[in-house]
């Protein structure tokens, strides 16, 4: 009995040198991937990088990992010019297969999420408008809310406002729903629910040219389209999946 118990010591005691071996690895592996990714995407910084699944080093012996999540910054979104930051960007990648000369990789399946803050929507919404939060039932519907000085949207966008004009608008202010689509799995398009009728003919339809405008998100895969967008307290939220995804290292 005495024998047995020695042996089951030593197993123990080998099992978890091999588990702290395991996890020294992964840990490695998690580091190196990080510094790839920034370097090969041109990131301010390195992502978070967690290699799932145990033991790691008999996934890397067959060249398979069941799952790696990737949490990365530096992500923009263009607007008119403008350069806006895409937050907490989040990839789940699924059934991950390394070539054979460890180079680059393939996932089975990606599913990708991003947030844009209300505040850097506004950075790249049309001159005086500002971007903010609907409220629970508006977000359910996918809006946002717009408002701005309806003298300085026309102006931003830029609409002649003649002196006898812009006497009668002196003060008056936009505020309106907007409902967010995407559209080609990269590109997000809010359009005014209706905005007020001005007493100038053809100048409504030239604010509405000012208010609706498209935001182009960049950076992520291009194998992984956006196929869906919330509005939350927070911001707005985008979801996509890709499948057979390249990962060149």
């Excluded at 263009?78 to 991950?96: P, R």
């Excluded at 297969?97 to 803050?117: H, N, P, W």
């Excluded at 935001?215 to 939350?232: F, M, N, Q, R, Y």
Aim: net charge negative.
């Amino acid at each position: 009995m005495r024998a047995v118990r020695i042996l089951l010591i030593v197993a123990v005691v080998l099992g978890g040198l091999f588990v702290a071996a395991d996890r020294l690895a992964v840990n490695m592996a998690e580091s190196e991937a990080a510094d790839k990714i920034r370097s090969s995407q041109g990131l301010p910084s390195s992502p978070d990088v967690s290699i799932k699944g145990f033991p790691f080093l008999t996934q890397v012996m067959g060249k398979e990992f069941d799952e790696v999540d990737v949490s990365l910054s530096g992500i923009t979104a263009s607007a008119g010019g403008h350069s806006v930051n895409v937050t907490e960007v989040k990839a789940e990648l699924l059934d991950v297969r390394i070539d054979s000369s460890y180079s680059s990789a393939t996932a089975g399946r990606a599913d990708g999420s991003a947030r844009i803050a209300y505040a850097d929507l506004t950075k790249s919404a049309p001159k005086g408008a500002t971007v903010s939060y609907a409220g629970a039932e508006r977000a359910a519907k996918g809006q946002v809310k717009l408002t701005g000085p309806l003298s300085e949207l026309l102006e931003g966008a830029g609409v002649p406002v003649p002196g006898a004009v812009h006497a009668l608008i002196q003060g008056r202010t936009v505020s309106t729903y907007s409902t967010v689509s995407l559209k080609d799995g990269g590109t997000v398009q809010l359009k005014a629910e209706s905005l007020p009728s001005l007493p100038v003919p053809g100048f409504d339809e030239k604010l509405r040219e000012a208010v609706d405008y498209d935001l182009k998100i960049e950076g992520l895969p291009s194998s992984v389209k956006l196929d869906k967008v919330e509005a939350t307290e927070d911001g707005l939220r985008f979801t996509g999946t890709g499948k057979d995804v390249s990962l060149v290292g």
